[in-house]
């Protein structure tokens, strides 16, 4: 993984003469710490996540592992910055969430990450071009022709450029996820949380959208973490984090 390490990252820093072996950008991307999240309705309090410690470092492709109701998607939308924790402290780029004014942090969640789900979350009334331009219009700055030209070139890197005027109605699971996947690309993200992308596909096409993401990883650098049930998928990334009741077992 080394060569995605680019010393040429926004963030990199020359190390000081003693600090050791540690690549330049050593900086994990996300950190949690002691990270606790309950839930609290009328009647009952779950603890989803129990005092979860981690850390996802540039270029990595990690999966997330557990038996359903673990907390694995409570973490992926705290990692997300989509919800906070009760206790504890994420850190984005070794700062802590909590330090961000809200506007930087709306700037994190729209520039950093892509989220990609397990039911696609496309819009059926709309082309899979317009699906994908769709995060865009959030961007400040962006002309409605680079909006489109980013559109097109995510449609073309997960091979979907024949299909951009077809609504996703028209088109297999594979094809709809392979949409979502460039939607969350087209704002080019750091990283990819992708909860179970692969749960509503048959092992052909979950085979396809794992290559994809897989691709993505290791030849521009994406940093992936994803929820699956697929052993088998999971030991193709190069960490596996196993979820248990809301604590990390492995
Ligand atoms: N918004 C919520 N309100 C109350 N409880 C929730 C909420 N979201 C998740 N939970 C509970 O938190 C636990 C973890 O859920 P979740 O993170 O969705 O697990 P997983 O993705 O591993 O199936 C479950 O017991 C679930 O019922
Ligand atoms: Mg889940």
């Given amino acids: 993984m080394a ?17 050791g072996p540690a690549p330049a950008d050593a900086t994990p991307v996300l950190r949690l710490v002691d990270v606790e999240k309950v839930y609290q309705t009328d009647t009952i309090e779950t603890v989803a996540l129990n005092r979860v410690n981690l850390v996802i ?27 906070e924790p009760t206790s504890g402290t994420i850190e984005v780029d070794g700062r802590a969430v909590r330090s961000y004014t809200d506007k930087e942090l709306a700037g994190l969640r729209n520039l ?7 039911s696609y979350h496309l819009i059926n009334d709309l082309a899979v071009l ?18 489109r030209q980013r559109a097109l070139a995510a449609l073309d890197k997960v091979g979907l450029s024949a299909r951009t005027t077809h609504f996703p109605s028209q088109l297999s699971g ?13 704002g080019n993200p750091e ?3 992708a909860d179970e992308p692969t ?24 940093t992936i ?5 697929d052993e088998r998928q999971a030991m193709k990334t190069e960490r596996v984090i196993r979820f248990f009741d809301g604590s990390q077992v492995g």
């Fill in 3 to 19: 060569n995605l390490l680019t010393s040429s990252a926004p963030d990199a820093r020359p190390l000081p003469a003693s600090s």
């Fill in 57 to 83: 470092n540039r270029g990595e492709f990690v999966s997330v592992m557990g038996p359903s109701g673990c907390g694995k998607s409570t973490l992926l939308s705290l990692m997300g910055l989509l919800d």
């Fill in 112 to 118: 950093k990450i892509g989220f990609v789900f397990q």
């Fill in 130 to 147: 317009d699906n994908v331009e769709l995060p865009l219009l959030y961007r400040p700055g962006l002309s409605g022709k680079e909006r």
């Fill in 174 to 186: 594979g094809q709809r996820q392979r949409v979502a996947i460039a939607r969350a690309l087209a």
């Fill in 191 to 193: 990283i990819i949380l």
């Fill in 199 to 222: 749960g509503n596909l048959d092992s052909v096409m979950g085979e396809e959208i794992m290559d994809l993401l897989l691709g993505l990883n290791e030849r521009e650098g994406v």
């Fill in 225 to 229: 973490v994803m929820v699956t049930h």
